[in-house]
């Protein structure tokens, strides 16, 4: 039982608000209409369509391949689900980086063909233009900083990010910079929980964490790790709240069985 009032639709101003109240928000990923029906009517704050669905989905090592179109198809899946979560879609690799014409670009090619309510980007400093011209054309924008998964080739691993004193200042520069900008809210992925706490106290955004500790504003994972579909992905932050891979291999392998005995379909499950 909450202790705060039903929300009816989740809004940028919803989630500020949340932040002000104290009120945990939280977060996941979807990519799909059947999956985003089943978070929706849980009653999650945010659905993150992620550009994780190159790994989810499409089965690649890393979050580059997926394109911008893959990103919209994904994105007008989810939001024919939705009733009350806010719908944020991420900018893929090579859509907003260097070019924040090109940016906006990509971000109002999301709005109109998906209906989505806000974009999310990697990055600080070096994508502020983008981050700027985009807030320009009226659409809310997320910011993503850490461990962010664009840059895998620069930073060479998935290991915690910001462990140094010089890229964890840098990562509390840029967190107010993405405050300052007009950024609705931040994600901080991988990074030491004492420097997430200092961050998500130094702004009045809504500060979400992954892998960064409880001291934030809110938590988003990874449906797909978080319901234990994907078996071999098994960080320390992750909790699993089911083991499907498990089950739905037993339910697959009993539906074989059934129907190469011809037990299925029985006398009831015909016409
Ligand atoms: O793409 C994604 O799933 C994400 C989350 C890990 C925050 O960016």
Known sequence: MSIHKPIKRVTTHVLIAMKQR???????????????????????????????????MAGHETTLPITLDHMIY????V????????VVVDLPFGSYQGNSKLALASTIRIMKESGAHAVKLEG???????????????????????LTPQSIYKFGTYTVRAKEEEEAN????????????????IILEKIPASLAKKAAESVKIPVIGIGAGPDVDGQVLVTHDMLGITKD??????????ELFDEMKTATIRYINDVRSGDF???????
């Open 22 to 56: 104290q009120q945990k928000i939280s977060m996941l990923t979807a990519y799909d209409f059947s999956m985003a029906r089943i978070l929706d009517a849980s009653g999650i704050d945010i659905l993150l369509v992620g550009d994780s669905a190159s790994n989810v």
């Open 74 to 77: 994904h994105a007008q899946s």
């Open 79 to 86: 939001v024919r689900a939705v009733d009350r979560a806010f």
């Open 124 to 146: 600080g400093s070096e994508v502020s233009e983008s981050i700027t011209r985009i807030l320009s054309a009226g659409v809310p924008v997320m910011g993503h900083l850490g």
């Open 170 to 185: 840098k990562l509390l520069e840029d967190v107010k910079l993405l405050e300052e900008l007009g950024c609705f809210a």
């Open 233 to 242: 992905f098994q960080p320390r932050f992750l909790r699993r709240y089911l």
């Open 265 to 271: 379909p029985n006398d009831q499950e015909q016409y």
